[in-house]
């Protein structure tokens, strides 16, 4: 047993090495999505209006899409930041999550999501919503593996980055605090 864990966390430690030196990154636009739901009855509560929970459901699978596209390994939701619902959505509405990788520390990965909601008769739009989930990919033990670093190409993927590493240190400094 002690032979097979140190076998695996020399894996661990190897496939770090070969990150980095390999600069085995992946640029962000590889694993960027854009999904369109449509507001169907059950998404609705007595208003006709749609319930956050499911806005925040579909928040999750989009991003966590992106996110096992960018590791190629399984990853599971760590944190999601605080959010709002800036616009009631109603029934019929079409509703568009683009999500992309904002930022990757050496273990953890920020995927951004903004919700957009259309009415699909006026084709009227409104940015309802913008997320920011963490990932950490693991082993089928549980632990946690490296994360291959994330390469912003475009001027904006690359203000995404600098903004995604802000918001990576004041989490890191949160949970640090809370935990003393
Ligand atoms: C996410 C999880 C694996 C982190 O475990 P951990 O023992 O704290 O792992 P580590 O301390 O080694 O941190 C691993 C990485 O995750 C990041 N991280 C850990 N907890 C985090 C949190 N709450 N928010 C954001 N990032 C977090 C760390 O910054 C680190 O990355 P870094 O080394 O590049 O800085 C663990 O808390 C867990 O399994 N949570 C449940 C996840 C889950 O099941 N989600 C589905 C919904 S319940």
Redesign the pocket.
């Known amino acids: 047993m002690k032979k097979n864990n140190a076998l695996k966390s020399k894996k661990v430690t190897l496939l770090k090495k070969k990150l980095k030196s390999n600069n085995l990154g992946k640029p962000v636009k590889d694993s960027q999505l854009e999904t369109t739901y449509m507001v169907l009855p059950e998404h609705t509560n007595a208003l006709g209006n749609i319930f956050g929970g499911t806005i925040m459901s579909w928040i999750d699978v989009t991003a966590s899409i992106v996110a096992f596209r960018h590791c190629r390994s399984v990853v ?4 999601m930041d605080e959010m709002s619902f800036l616009h009631p959505v109603h029934m019929a509405d079409l509703v568009t999550l683009k999500a992309s990788v904002n930022f990757t ?4 990965v920020e995927v951004g999501v903004k919700v957009e909601a259309e009415d699909p008769v006026t084709g009227e739009t409104n940015v309802t919503s913008t997320a920011y989930l ?1 990932f ?1 990919s ?1 082993d089928s033990d549980g632990r ?1 593996l490296p994360v291959p670093p994330a390469i912003p190409e475009t001027a904006l993927e690359k203000q995404r980055f600098l903004a995604g590493q802000k918001r990576y240190e004041e ?2 400094k949160k ?1 640090n605090s809370q935990h003393k």
């Open positions: 599971v939701t760590a944190a520390s050496d273990h953890s963490t950490v693991l946690v989490r890191r949970r």
